[in-house]
């Protein structure tokens, strides 16, 4: 059975569906004793999985249970946020029915879906610096990801088709189902189109998301597009150029250290302290000869420090920057200490959701979206060959052909860190480039 679990979501391009989009059959090789489903939604705003997670308990249940057999686990855990009561309320029910299973509930703070936070909520284990879930005997899926590998074991169901949510500046803000490959611009007008003239989109959550164009394709790890009016504080955040944070730095930081209170990764007891960072715009130097540029990479990129600033700095972007200059010099992170615990008091200084909804300005679109059925019929898709974690898929079809849905028409590089991809619709391959590949009815 573990081979055959193995062979076959490598073959329908499992990938992490709400992350980086790490391949899914590269990570289920692992042994861990304890399997965690993500389902703390960790960013504001969406809502994909708690919605899976009450509409398809009995099937996520299954899933985890396929799961702890692959990697030899002793238990599996649905760790979501306690105030998802509908995705609660369904789960608990079909528990019985999976003996070494449970599920841990959280509480509404952000970044509680951070994989290392949540591994540290459910089982008091800390993961080391730069390190992941299973360095401390721990695989974390996410409930979308852990889904799409019961599709592919169960039905032999390849990745085609992603659940998104569509909100902000939107119409009839919602939950679909779409193929992969369509616009931005086509998986909004679902929810109606945007309400504003001027607006940007922003692919992810509102905190570790990105702006993207409305033409730009929906992939395996879109999970929420996000419509904010030209001018939203929000945008003036993410657009802030470089320089500008650098002189923001320069002239306005007090050195207070509010910014690493809050760290979710320094609250772990991992040696990173934002506010040292932010010496280096004023002064050239971080003042503290045990730490150096290096301890940006231990920054998870989460934003929270720029809203615990007064200010409104941004430490996490002056990481960022640091991370990016060290990695053209092929300088790699060097941190791996293992905290002996977790910061006294963390308890006490996780952020609170709602909060920080208020503070970015996005309380009116703190909403529903229902999952709706979206089914119809799209003329043309254009897949990217790099959908996730790894190198590109090679495509096996060319200009020309015609393909069924579902189809495989590009799989991973022989031993390289990849995953397949196949067609969305039925239709005929009408472009293959270096970096997509489109098809038309």
Known sequence: MQENLLGLVEQAGVVGAGGAGFPTHVKLKAQADTVIINGAE????????????????????????????????????????????????????????HPGLRVHRMGAFYPAGDEQVIVYEVTGRVVPEGGIPLNVGVVVSNVETALNVLAAVRDQTPVIEKYVTLTGAVRTPKTVKVPLGITVAEALALAGGPTVEHYEVINGGPMMGRVVSTGSAITKTTKGLIVVPEGHALLQSLNRPVPRMLQDARVACMQCSLCSEVCPRGLLGHRIQPHKMMRLAAYGTLCDPEYTPMNAFLCCGCRLCEYACVMGLQPWKMNGMLKGEMGKKGVRNALH????????????????????????????????????????????????????????????????????KGALIATAPEGKLGANLHASIAGKVTAVTEREITIQQ
Do not use: W
């Open 42 to 97: 960790c960013e504001p705003l969406l809502r994909v999985d708690q919605q899976l997670m009450a509409l398809q308990a009995g099937d996520l249940l299954d899933a985890l249970d396929l799961l702890v057999e692959q990697v030899g686990a002793s238990q599996g855990v649905v760790a979501l946020k306690e105030h998802y009561h509908a995705a609660v309320e369904a789960l608990e029910r079909e528990l019985s029915r």
């Open 337 to 404: 200490n293992q905290p002996e615990a977790a910061a006294p008091f963390r308890q006490y200084k996780r952020y609170p959701v709602h909060k920080l909804i208020h503070q970015l300005g996005l309380d009116a679109y703190d909403v529903p979206a229902p999952m709706e059925d979206s089914s119809r019929d799209y003329q043309m898709v254009t897949l990217p060959l790099s959908q996730g974690v790894g190198a590109s898929a090679q495509p096996v079809v060319r200009a020309g052909d015609r393909v069924e």
